[in-house]
């Protein structure tokens, strides 16, 4: 059973940028990668999301030219490049593996994804 751990969250002010690391324990090449967000008192939503060979990507809205999903499928890690933080990313960042050919309605849904890591915090001060 594939296992996934995030890494890179921390505290950063308002405009700093973070990257977020997903290593995965088997290699991730079959897997389709999200990042989703849970922010406290509100639902998980989907962040991002990337297809297997990395050629098709999916951005919520908020994140659109801030926030880049990419993936090494040699190192089995995928990344979440988070640039011109705002408070509102405020969140805990979870790494989602799904396998199956790229649909992005599937993507951005979380009850498509298998395996999630444990999380990790990202705060974003004012």
């Known amino acids: 059973q594939m296992q996934l751990v995030e890494s890179g969250g921390g505290l950063v002010q308002a405009g700093g940028s973070l990257r977020l690391s997903c290593a995965a324990s088997e290699r991730t090449f079959y897997y389709v990668m999200g990042w989703f967000r849970q922010a406290p008192g509100k639902e998980r939503e989907v962040v991002a999301a990337?297809?297997?060979?990395?050629?098709?990507?999916y951005y919520t809205d908020s994140v659109k030219g801030r926030f880049t999903i990419s993936r090494d499928n040699a190192k089995n890690t995928v990344y979440l490049q988070m640039n011109s933080l705002k408070p509102e990313d405020t969140a805990a960042y979870y790494c989602?593996?799904?396998?199956?050919?790229?649909?992005?309605?599937?993507?951005?849904?979380?009850?498509?994804?298998?395996?999630w890591g444990p999380g990790t915090q990202v705060t974003v001060s004012s």
């Open positions: 989602a593996a799904d396998v199956g050919l790229w649909d992005e309605r599937r993507a951005t849904t979380s009850r498509a994804y298998m395996f």
């Open positions: 990337i297809s297997s060979s990395g050629q098709s990507t």
